[in-house]
């Protein structure tokens, strides 16, 4: 009896001691200086193909962490930029899959419905593995496919950084 009330009690111990793990969350994020290495990487890669560019760099929650903004983009640029990120890491997706989502189905449609988003090309998330630590949004390269190009190239720049 006493055997089976230790084991009883062991037992509870551990589910207690779990319930308690989960109450506190580790997760990766976007670093101030990570950030800003992919940002310059972005507008860089943009230039060497003649598009002037915001670049807009968020942490995991969709909060800005840098930006920059090429030469002669044009004032369009920031908030285009900005909302792509913040849309991306939002969704955890890239912003031309849900675009394509929100043309090809009606129920994803009302998804441009959402405050701060901006279901446009040009927004990918950054990750680590599996997991979102931020996004990269791009605006001002003559399609949303090139600012993705863009963005990709920037994030490639880090990947190293990105284990």
């Known amino acids: 009896m006493k055997t089976t009330f230790k084991i009883a009690a062991l037992a509870l ?22 950030a800003n290495q992919i940002a310059s990487a972005t507008v860089a890669a943009c230039a060497a193909g003649g598009y002037n560019v915001g670049v807009a760099v968020v942490d995991r929650a969709g909060v800005l962490r840098a930006f920059q903004r090429a030469d002669n983009a044009g004032p369009h640029t920031v908030g285009a930029a900005q909302g792509k990120a913040y849309t991306s890491a939002s969704a955890k997706n890239n912003t031309t899959t849900m675009l394509e989502n929100v043309q090809k189905n009606p129920g994803a449609a009302t998804l441009v419905n959402i405050p701060g988003f901006l279901v446009l090309g040009g927004g990918v998330p950054v990750k680590v593995g599996n997991e979102v630590i931020g996004a990269v949004g791009v605006g001002g390269a003559p399609g949303g496919h090139l600012d993705e190009q863009c963005a990709n190239a920037g994030i490639d720049k880090v990947k190293e950084l990105l284990k």
């Open 13 to 34: 111990s551990c589910i207690a001691m779990a319930t308690q793990a989960q109450a506190v969350r580790t997760e990766k994020n976007m670093s101030l200086e990570l």
